[in-house]
């Protein structure tokens, strides 16, 4: 009997020992997760917009088609693209993200920022202004972002960029206009991929928001016309 025990202490306390070097191993040496990628939609490289600057005598003057003040409101966006999760779809209506790449920010927040320096950038308005601005703007520009996914089929891999804009008269509260812009950039199946499709997409669609601006007709709301000339 008393061999018995002691070869049943000997089992315990090894099994003890064992655990317990396990244990200590665990906490001196943890598991190194995989670090995540983080990715930027950038501002876009604008040229200089020829029709709003001319070269007179040695000096620059600025022509501004716009003799009004833009307020631009920051974008929102649907669900479930109001997160920092990359979403690609390989299947019809089945949404997947990368588990290890992520947007640095909300992208409808750093698209709003670079479409904000873009028509800044521009100059087709006297001002455009943003949330912190206190004081009186002509028009209200608002926007949403519908989707920005990518698509992984087989050898046709694009990136979707949907936006709707909407130009309100500060004045009346009308609406004056409502433009949807889907945009799709060729792009190669991973998430570095996604990320260089995006910001060209942006790069895109600040040129293609400023036009469609320029096209709208005068309001008569004001006593200036919406454009010069």
């Known amino acids: 009997m008393r ?15 064992g655990f317990g070097l396990i244990s200590g191993c665990s906490i001196l040496s943890p598991v190194d997760l995989p670090q995540v990628k983080q990715y930027q939609i950038l501002s876009p490289n604008l040229p200089v917009n020829q029709s709003s600057t001319a070269q007179t005598a040695g000096t620059q003057k600025s022509h ?58 521009y100059r087709s308005f006297k001002s455009v202004v943003s949330s912190n601005f206190i004081g009186y703007a002509d028009y209200r520009l608002t926007g949403n972002l519908n989707q920005l996914t990518q698509i992984i089929e087989g050898n046709n891999n694009r990136v979707i960029l949907s936006v709707t804009y909407t ?13 949807t812009f889907a945009l799709e950039q060729e792009t190669s199946a991973d998430a570095q991929g996604f990320a260089q499709a995006a910001n060209k997409l942006a790069e895109h669609l600040a040129k293609a928001l400023n036009d469609w601006l320029l096209s709208q007709p005068p309001s008569s709301q004001h006593n200036n016309p919406l454009k010069k000339g």
């Open 3 to 17: 061999k018995y025990l002691n070869l049943k202490t000997l089992q315990l306390m090894t099994a003890a020992a």
């Open 167 to 179: 130009l309100t008269d500060a004045n009346s509260g009308q609406a004056v206009s409502v433009k």
């Open 64 to 121: 501004k088609p716009f003799d009004l003040t833009l307020f631009a409101a920051p974008l929102t966006a649907d669900s479930p693209y109001n997160s920092t999760q990359m979403y690609y779809r390989e299947h019809n209506f089945e949404l997947s993200s990368y588990t290890q790449n992520a947007w640095a920010a909300e992208p409808q927040q750093m698209l709003g920022k670079n479409l904000l320096q873009a028509l800044q950038h």
